[in-house]
């Protein structure tokens, strides 16, 4: 069987990351993707709207780098899964398991797309172990490349 979802778009506000009670972490985001066909009446594309979870590793980094209006590219498979409302109604919710996540753009990118929402990066650690990335380099890629499109 072929469960796979390959998707291109952006995120509709800042991701959640969270840890479960084993230590892992779980990052949630929604990513708009235009439809690749028909236009509405003012001429706009239909959007979907579409739940990513990314775990672990990759929901580290995305919950650390990305941020609403981020453009990325999932690459993952469909879950679905059951849930009771707090009424007691019975739900099924779809959403992609991002097995890997490209940042689409580029470091100096996302600094003016954060400046144009007045964020302001929080402050730099007093000591950084030796070990740690500099504000000069990239955290580690997820894989061979690089998560910014850098280079």
Do not use: H
């Amino acid at each position: 069987m072929i469960n796979s979802v390959v998707l291109v778009g952006r995120l509709t506000k800042d991701p959640e990351m969270r840890y479960t009670q084993t230590g892992k972490a779980v990052t949630r985001f929604r990513l708009a993707v235009d439809r690749p066909f028909g236009r509405d009446e003012s001429g706009n594309r239909p959007t979907d709207f579409i739940d990513i979870v990314a775990w672990e590793k990759t929901g580290e980094l995305c919950g650390q780098y990305l941020g609403k209006g981020a453009p990325v590219g999932v690459q993952g498979r469909i879950q679905t899964r059951s849930y009771t409302t707090q009424d007691g109604q019975q739900r099924q919710a779809f959403e992609v398991v991002a097995d890997r996540v490209s940042f689409l753009e580029s470091r100096a990118e996302r600094e003016r797309r954060e400046a144009s929402r007045g964020y302001a990066p929080p402050p730099a650690p007093a000591a950084a172990p030796s070990d740690a990335p500099t504000d000069d380099e990239p955290p580690e890629p997820l894989d061979a490349e690089d998560p910014f499109g850098d280079q």
